[in-house]
């Protein structure tokens, strides 16, 4: 059980195109979804929370323009990078949790490079 | 500021021995503790949960807990090189279900 999946889990684009990443929970429903980003050898870094039907909360200098959040579903959230650019290239990770449970489950990550 | 500190390693362990992974915490408030490992290049994976103080086991793996002390460990019997990874601690207050993580402990079990 617990089991969350990410597509795409590799993606290339092009500078200033934007892409959507989707995060889904199959057997679970999440209450919560976790957006997280991860460069080459640091340490996790959380983007933002977002929670079925409610505006995602962003952390502290993470651009909600840049990087929209939609949570539409109990199972579905999804992250679009906006006009992305070279130094968006990286590892995003997200992770759900479901009702009454602090436990993240975290999908198999997407990682992104920008051309 | 809530914090969790991993030291983080290289830890080198032989194959066969004891891993002792070690986290503290800021927080007196936390009420929940998460162990995760991290391969290379992949996304976190849960090991183990515990929430009382004490030890709880679960095959190889034994988490203690502490929280007068505000530490919590992660041991590892019959080390194995596929243990090898980074290990990840979280610390969650439950109140928003947010985790706080550490930075993570690098492990290299040596065969």
């Known amino acids: 059980g617990a089991v969350v999946s990410q597509h795409p889990s590799r993606v290339i684009c092009k500078s200033g195109t934007s892409v959507k990443i989707e995060c889904r929970s199959l057997?679970?429903?999440?209450?919560?979804m976790f957006w997280y980003r991860q460069f080459p050898k640091q340490s996790l870094m959380l983007m933002a929370t977002?929670?079925?039907?409610?505006?995602?909360?962003?952390e502290q200098g993470v651009e909600k323009d840049k990087f929209l959040i939609n949570h539409a579903s109990l199972t579905l959230s999804t992250l679009t990078v906006t006009s992305a650019h070279p130094e968006d290239s990286s590892f995003y990770i997200c992770?759900?949790?479901?009702?009454?449970?602090?436990?993240?489950?975290f999908g198999p990550g997407t990682r992104l490079t920008v051309l | 500021q809530k914090e969790v500190e991993q030291n983080s390693g290289p830890l080198s362990v032989p194959e066969g021995a004891i891993a002792s992974l070690n986290c503290t915490y800021s927080?007196?408030?936390?009420?929940?503790f998460f162990w995760y490992r991290q391969y290379s290049g992949k996304s976190p994976e849960l090991i183990m949960s515990?929430?009382s103080n004490g030890d709880k086991e679960d095959g190889r793996f034994t988490a203690q807990l502490n929280k007068a002390s505000q530490y919590v460990s992660l041991l590892i019997r019959d080390s194995q090189p596929s243990d090898s990874a980074t290990y990840l601690c979280?610390?969650?207050?439950?109140?928003?279900?947010?985790?706080?993580w550490g930075a993570g402990t690098k492990l290299i079990i040596k065969p």
């Open positions: 992770s759900a949790r479901g009702t009454s449970t602090n436990t993240q489950y």
């Open positions: 057997d679970f429903q999440a209450t919560t």
């Open positions: 977002s929670n079925e039907g409610s505006k995602a909360t962003y």
């Open positions: 927080d007196r408030g936390s009420q929940s």
């Open positions: 515990i929430y």
């Open positions: 979280a610390v969650s207050e439950d109140s928003n279900y947010q985790l706080i």
